[in-house]
């Protein structure tokens, strides 16, 4: 597989961390906007022997690579219009979520998409993390019984942020850069669809970085009853261990799954314990296969779709203080 | 003080215990509503040395005995009513929660505790817990910085439930019978006042429960952009070691105060650890206290009538699916 790259923001670690231990796959090419660290990028992709061309222009780097697959992971606002571009070529496309930040950007999206023989894939890193894919498999399996509430945890530490985090025009808001893995964790976990919404969230105390919101709260009412919330924010100290405090509670009529720390737990009628964590592939890994198959056990294109359009659908609640109907 | 008591429903072991281990207080007569038991509470009451006339009719109880305080514990439907009787001739109330299950009661008897020189306590339980107050008063220390986001967690256990849990006309409903502690979780946490709440509930597979939701999420936006969130359910599994599974996180601009199975976890830029709890009154000796002096340092009537107004507000919320103004 031949890969382009362009920008150098966001989780390009994860193609990083595939690149390093296969030889299927082959950056070719990079290409990032002003403002972007390019030599960083390219020096990175050195030290796991990918040697690669700069271009300026990145219709320019497509049209002379033409590549398979195009990273795309610049700044929030510019990954839509990169995406489409691509798969308007049927360039397959692995790119920062959530790949719009405006609903007329989605709705651009989804119509080239479905012109388009190439696969998105958003990346959704939060899926492929052993506790929480042991919980969804769990949950599948029947341990819970009937799912009927799903709730959820954000927590980062702030941090340092570049100036694109302080405008909503550059930085998608909070619910959808870090709420989405939230939304994520819901939908994959319930099996449901959204079909309400209600938010709110506030830049109050953000430490100067303008639009930034740094607390969010959900509600959402889902297919068939499940009911579902989340908390964001990112007033994690920066003494944690962790970058995230990511938690995820899945409740049934028949037990409780809960993710935290990174170990799934699972509370039931004859007691409580710690469940086996399992593996699965790397996300790069896994859109791959889903490229050379047109099968995933794990994400598809429609996934990421949707909880792109749902985590639009929480900013619009809480840009509007009212409830939202997906 | 002299008291009598009327209902052998909720928490009225909350004052059992506190007669247990003093003098200074005796329960002179008891009444009960048909499809209560009375022989069980004229038992209990004999064991910790209360030994008491039993009534069949509540005015005449009050009309005869003319307490200090009267402990209202019957059914949902029944306390405001009664709360209101004893208020309205000067009787302090010690009433399990909700005080009302609709606004129209709610109303009248806010309109009654205007005219009376009496005070109420409602059965607030948790304030009064080690490690929910060991989190308060380390958030009012100022050890989380400026609180902007409260997120709570209540879950019970179903058990074997009356019947009157089956029917909205005579339980509160779940989001004010069990959801009215997170909510005075959050307002107490938090020392804001609610703005805005939204609220889903579903009475889905509740083992033939009738009305009885079996699970709730609730939003709200508070006072200077605070905002707050928490899930309330009825699925803990039967093994789990507490009845309920009840959490508290309260995030500051400097620090995360987390309460979870009992202990208070204080997060900040230094590390991370267990605080020391803090001891406090039992909330019936706090209540006498309160009456004697007209000063508390935990729960106040202004407190009891503003967390039911808000537990009825969220119940509006949930019924009506649309977000609702405080």
């Given at each position: 597989?031949?890969?382009?790259?362009?920008?150098?923001?966001?989780?390009?670690?994860?193609?990083?961390?595939?690149?390093e231990q296969t030889?299927?796959?082959?950056?070719?090419?990079?290409?990032?906007?002003?403002g972007e660290d390019i030599v960083w990028l390219k020096e990175r992709l050195a030290q796991v022997n990918q040697f690669v061309r700069v271009y300026g222009d990145y219709h320019g780097m497509l049209g002379?690579?033409?590549?398979?697959?195009?990273?795309?992971?610049?700044?929030?606002d510019q990954n839509a219009g990169a995406a489409r571009h691509a798969l308007s070529q049927n360039i397959h496309v692995f790119c920062e979520k959530p790949v719009a930040i405006t609903m007329a950007q989605f709705e651009r999206l989804s119509q080239t998409l479905k012109e388009s023989g190439a696969k998105l894939y958003t990346m959704l890193t939060e899926r492929f993390k052993p506790a929480f894919?042991?919980?969804y498999r769990a949950a599948e399996d029947g341990l819970a019984g009937t799912i009927r509430l799903v709730d959820?945890?954000?927590?980062?530490?702030?941090?340092?942020?570049p100036d694109y985090y302080k405008s909503r025009e550059t930085y998608a808001g909070t619910l959808s850069w870090v709420g989405i893995h939230a939304i994520d964790r819901i939908?994959?976990?319930?099996?449901?669809?959204?079909?309400?919404?209600?938010?709110?969230?506030?830049?109050?105390?953000?430490?100067?970085?303008?639009?930034?919101?740094?607390?969010?709260?959900?509600?959402?009412?889902?297919?068939?009853?499940?009911?579902?919330?989340?908390?964001c924010d990112y007033y994690r100290p920066a003494a944690a261990e962790t970058h995230?405090?990511?938690?995820?509670?899945?409740?049934?009529?028949?037990?409780v799954i809960e993710v935290m720390g990174g170990e799934a737990r699972y509370l039931h009628d004859g007691g409580s314990e710690v469940l086996p964590l399992l593996e699965l592939p790397l996300i790069f890994e896994e859109f791959l296969w889903y490229i050379r198959t047109g099968e995933s056990a794990h994400l598809t294109t429609e996934d990421c779709m949707y909880t792109t359009y749902a985590a639009l659908k929480t900013m619009e609640s809480s840009d509007t203080g009212t409830a939202v109907s997906l």
């Open positions: 597989m031949k890969i382009c790259m362009y920008g150098a923001q966001g989780h390009i670690h994860t193609v990083l961390d595939y690149l030889d299927d796959a082959a950056v070719t090419a990079i290409c990032c906007e002003p002379r690579e033409n590549p398979d697959i195009v990273i795309v992971s610049s700044f929030p894919y042991t919980a959820a945890r954000k927590s980062y530490k702030l941090g340092i942020r939908y994959r976990a319930s099996g449901k669809k959204f079909q309400t919404v209600f938010a709110r969230s506030s830049n109050g105390f953000n430490r100067g970085l303008g639009d930034l919101e740094t607390t969010a709260v959900c509600c959402y009412e889902m297919e068939d009853g499940v009911l579902a919330a989340f908390t995230g405090d990511d938690r995820l509670r899945i409740v049934g009529t028949h037990g």
